[in-house]
């Protein structure tokens, strides 16, 4: 079977009792960067398992590997760095993968930082489009809430692309010591991360 398993976006408390089982069952840990579960797991004294690593430039010629795994009644939990596997994270082409061959798939819910960042933003939650990580030169945005992962790196391009006049939400570091959540225009977003740090979340309602 494959457990799609969430973990924390920060705080390491901010893990389901199911999550940490699944774990302690598993045969093996499919993971994007296997040092950085490595921590969660001796953090939580889970006893070292296989791991295999799976990130977007591998995970099409992994897949096979990770089903005949899967088909060898390996328990097989997939993780991510941090949240929710396939969330602008890989896993997906394994998941479907595993759904064609009639193979057992369960999830494991958790902390996914969209989902955090909205209920924390004071905007509207019953209509929101998530667009993951915003493509070249383009914002696209709908009606409702309008959710976007941005890296630090990109912040002051992405935030040039919308309105001055655009009022938004800005999450910063959720779950960790640095939590903010700033709300404001674009123009004073643009002065106040001048040198943005940490991981972000930008929001805003139309
Ligand atoms: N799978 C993850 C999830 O469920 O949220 C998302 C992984 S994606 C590669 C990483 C991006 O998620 C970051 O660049 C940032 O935009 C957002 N993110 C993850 N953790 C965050 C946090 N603690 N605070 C704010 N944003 C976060």
Do not use: C
């Amino acid at each position: 079977m494959l457990s799609i398993v969430a973990t924390p976006i920060g705080n390491l408390e901010d893990i389901s009792l199911r999550a940490l089982q699944t774990l302690r069952e598993a045969d093996v840990i499919v993971a994007e960067d296997t040092r950085h579960i490595g921590l969660l797991l001796k953090h939580y004294e889970i006893p070292h398992k296989l791991m295999i690593a799976l990130y977007d430039e591998i995970e099409s010629r992994k897949v096979g590997e990770l089903v005949s795994l899967i088909r060898s009644d390996q328990k097989v939990a997939l993780v991510s760095d941090a949240g929710t596997p396939l969330i602008s994270d890989p896993g997906y082409k394994l998941v479907r993968e595993v759904i064609n061959q009639g193979i057992k798939v369960e999830t494991v819910p958790g902390p996914t930082a969209a989902i955090t960042a909205l209920t924390v933003s004071g905007l509207p939650p019953d209509k929101f489009t998530f667009w993951g990580f915003p493509k070249k030169n383009k914002i696209s945005e709908a009606e409702g809430t309008n959710i976007y992962y941005v890296s630090p790196h990109k912040l002051l391009k992405f935030l040039k692309l919308l309105k001055g006049n655009q009022e938004i939400v800005i999450s910063r570091e959720l779950t960790k010591v640095f939590e903010e959540t700033w709300r404001g225009s674009v123009s004073d977003a643009m002065i106040k991360f001048a040198n943005p740090k940490g991981e972000f979340v930008v929001l805003w309602h139309i």
